[in-house]
């Protein structure tokens, strides 16, 4: 930002003027890291780097020349890899990869491979998120809490205020099995009992003010994730407002569908500019939720195509934290569901045949 719009108090950049740095920065990216292969082209770590430059640019698939592949660059990063977190972490990448070509069944193989393989040992959070979410996209929510609760209490709970709390493993545990399930979209009374029990928890393990933050860090997230399913919780009977998506939950609640209706379309008309990816698809599943609820079914459609049609810009924690990946299942189930009701049975097979290769036999 200048410093004159800075101390001044005026508008930041328009969504076009970031969008334009960003795609600069992305070919800057992309020259730095091919010249970083091409001086060592046996690291791993360079490969690993390449790779994820050409995805950002959205070249993905495998082709003649490996320079314009993200898939082939993290192939060589994969076979020079010797660490096991590595190895992990690379994994993660091509089962992201795969997601954003539409290889879903072999997304779904490769994911299956890793939680079959993945040590008992593992004890750093992010290998064990990124564990999580690969659960999560099967549509496994036990397996997707059982390894969060191995974080606690590592785990770190984000407030909307950007403070950060690792919290005593009596309050993680329950709030960490309540973010898997509702991401993943358990029934109403599953996580109305999870929420309970962290509530639960807070009560006995914390008081006053700090009580009132954590709940936020703990409840909000999970609460955001659920209310499609089980509507009001605790949390939205509070008064902050804490984030955009809480506030139009809060207005559909209120019955002020006006005001809902009217902040849905100024989003459309902000990101125009944007790549479908560059809002997370977690938020644009829930963002299609309400569209729904206020009967507006032609721009749910339009705004889930959007992203699901533009697969390739999703963001690289498409499968580390344990919202992305489910909400994206989620959304595919949701298109699906629309179409057939529309009687487009082309789309409807195309995203109920998705679903169906992503969610493990015995879940979906």
């Known amino acids: 930002y200048p410093s004159s719009q800075l101390f001044s108090g005026q508008a930041g ?54 320079r314009h592949s993200a898939l082939a660059q993290l192939g ?52 064990l998120s990124g564990l999580a979410a690969l659960a999560a996209l099967r549509g496994d929510a036990a397996r997707a809490a059982a390894l969060l609760r191995r974080t606690a209490p590592r785990y770190s709970f984000t407030t909307p205020r950007g403070n950060e709390w690792t919290i005593y493993r009596p309050v993680a545990e329950p709030a960490l099995t309540y973010l898997a399930y509702a991401s993943v979209g358990a029934p109403a ?19 006053g003010e700090r009580r009132e933050e954590l709940a ?40 002020d569908t006006v005001a809902l209706r009217r902040q849905l379309d100024e989003y459309v008309t902000e990101r125009a500019a944007l790549r479908p990816g560059d809002v997370s698809i977690d938020h644009i599943y829930q963002e299609a939720e309400l569209r729904l609820a206020i009967g507006d079914t032609i721009e749910a459609a339009r705004l889930l195509d ?49 679903v169906a290769a992503l969610r493990a036999p015995a879940i979906h």
């Open 13 to 66: 950049p328009t969504t076009e003027a970031i969008a334009g740095a960003a795609t600069r920065n992305r070919e800057r990216l992309r020259r730095v890291t091919e010249r970083w292969v091409d001086a060592f082209p046996s690291s791993a770590d360079a490969r690993e780097a390449f790779a994820k430059a050409l995805e950002g640019l959205g070249e993905l698939a495998l082709s003649r020349d490996e």
């Open 76 to 127: 060589h990063a994969r076979r020079l890899a010797t660490h096991e977190d590595q190895r992990l972490r690379l994994a993660e990448a091509d089962i992201r990869l795969l997601l954003k070509t539409e290889s879903f069944a072999r997304a779904a193989q490769l994911a299956d491979s890793v939680l079959a393989n993945a040590p008992d040992t593992i004890t750093d959070v992010p290998t």
């Open 189 to 207: 009374d599953t996580l109305r009992a999870l929420e309970r029990a962290t509530r639960t928890a807070l009560e006995q393990f914390a008081s």
């Open 216 to 255: 936020l860090a703990t409840l909000l997230r999970p609460s955001m994730l659920a209310f499609p399913i089980t509507g009001a919780t605790w949390i939205h009977q509070q008064d902050s407002q804490p984030t955009p998506l809480f506030t139009l939950q809060r207005m559909l609640l209120a019955g």
């Open 306 to 354: 959007r992203s699901l049609s533009g697969l390739p810009t999703l963001g690289f924690d498409l499968v580390h934290h344990v919202a992305e990946p489910a909400a994206l299942v989620r959304a595919m189930a949701l298109r699906a569901v629309l179409a057939s009701r529309a009687g487009e049975q082309r789309i409807a097979d195309r995203w109920g045949a998705a």
